[in-house]
């Protein structure tokens, strides 16, 4: 049963445009939502996270949004740049245990 | 400062072998203790979560063994190998469930 649900798989943006990937989850016990970033060969980096009763939230040019009624939240990367290359997961933690999406494969184009 | 020691980088065993990978985290106490496993198109995968000493989740029924002898020292382990153990092996360890340190990872291709 795959509790949190990301999309797209990949995604090509040109380099300075607005890089989206998505997010659903099924359990509203859930109570905390960050995003890792991974390059190859790494393990993933925290990179920005939310709490349910947030509906945004912005580090730099990353932002997270959050519909807790539609349960689903998205990651905006403004003026993507080249070195965003990396995948990208979605989380989602209920208690000690974090539950990550499949992963998305983003490549900004130069 | 934390750090979180993962190994072997790489390891290449044949079907049926046993396997034991070790993952030990310095500069912190009572850590949560995390093994994940990534493969192509299933992102990644909880394998085991561990609270304490002697205290394993397991979030996957399969060949797959944890342990925690040590309070900053987790083991995954396997009697035999199966080839849909294929995968990158991601050992983590958190303080506040908030954020997840990961190690460095072991490939491990069975063959």
């Known amino acids: 049963q795959q509790q949190v649900k990301q999309s797209p798989q990949s995604l090509i943006v040109q380099k300075g445009g607005i890089s989206i990937i998505n997010c659903a989850y099924e359990n509203t016990a859930f109570d905390y939502f960050p995003w890792y970033q991974q390059f190859p060969g790494k393990g993933p980096a925290l990179l920005i996270a939310i709490r349910p009763d947030v509906s945004e939230k912005k580090e730099g040019r990353f932002t997270i949004s959050f519909n807790k009624s539609a349960k689903q939240f998205s990651l905006h990367i403004m003026d993507s740049q080249p070195g965003d290359s990396a995948t990208y997961f979605c989380?989602?933690?209920?208690?000690?245990?974090?539950?990550f999406g499949k992963g998305t494969r983003l490549h900004i184009l130069p | 400062s934390q750090t979180i020691h993962q190994w072997p980088a790489t390891l290449v065993q044949p079907v049926g072998s046993p396997l034991s990978l070790e993952c030990t985290v310095e500069?912190?106490?009572?850590?949560?203790l995390y093994w994940y496993r990534q493969a192509a198109g299933r992102g990644l995968q909880l394998l085991f979560y561990s609270v304490g000493i002697g205290q394993i989740s397991s979030e996957v029924p399969q060949n797959l063994s944890a342990s925690r002898p040590q309070d900053r020292q987790f083991i995954l382990s396997s009697k035999k190998l199966l080839l849909s153990d294929s995968g990158f092996y991601l050992c983590?360890?958190?303080?506040?469930?908030?954020?997840?340190?990961f190690g460095s990872g072991t490939q491990l291709s069975v063959l």
């Open positions: 500069g912190t106490s009572n850590p949560n």
């Open positions: 983590a360890w958190s303080v506040l469930k908030e954020k997840l340190f």
């Open positions: 989380a989602a933690t209920k208690d000690d245990k974090i539950i």
